[in-house]
């Protein structure tokens, strides 16, 4: 997940960080700190406002793959949802707590985002051809379109 992250900071879409620009957003900002202060607000919320102008880590990585045209339709339907959350877990306790029984576990997790990375990686190299995906079982897959060269 820290590959992912420092490909989203250092990844050439400045455009997908914020939701405004730092000037337009002086404006919607002031006016977020005047009403906090008016309603008595603590000073801590109120020194939290620039936060307000980023965006999340998943709608980073949804407009990244989006903009690099990165095929995902052969990953599970929730696998940003649950690599964030565990990302998160990670990040915040230092541990991963037990999954239920219906949710991936952290090798899980590690392979969706290895072969999103190696996507990533791929396509900004141009490579077009053959190539070993792990979210297949280690089936060769054709790149970009990502399907069994058999197909």
């Known amino acids: 997940m820290s590959a992912l992250e420092n490909i989203l900071d250092h990844g050439g879409i400045e455009e997908i ?10 404006k919607t900002a002031s006016k977020v700190r005047k ?8 000073a801590g919320m109120i020194g939290k406002v620039p936060e307000l102008n980023r ?7 949804v407009a990244l ?8 339709y052969d990953l599970p339907e929730d ?9 998160n877990q990670i990040v915040h306790t230092g541990v991963t ?10 090798l899980d997790c590690t392979i969706w985002v ?5 996507r990533i990686i791929l396509k900004r190299i141009g490579f ?17 379109d990502c399907v069994p060269m058999d197909d």
């Open 17 to 26: 960080d914020l939701f405004e620009t730092p000037a337009a957003f002086k």
């Open 35 to 42: 009403y906090l202060a008016e309603i008595g607000a603590p």
């Open 128 to 144: 077009v051809g053959a190539y070993r995906s792990w979210l297949h079982y280690d089936t060769q897959l054709h790149f970009p």
């Open 79 to 87: 696998w940003l949802k649950s690599v964030i959350s565990l990302r």
């Open 65 to 72: 793959l989006d903009g690099r045209g990165i095929v995902t």
């Open 114 to 118: 290895r072969e999103i990375v190696t």
């Open 55 to 61: 965006r999340t880590l998943s709608e980073k990585v």
């Open 97 to 106: 707590h037990g999954f239920h029984p219906q949710e991936p576990d952290t």
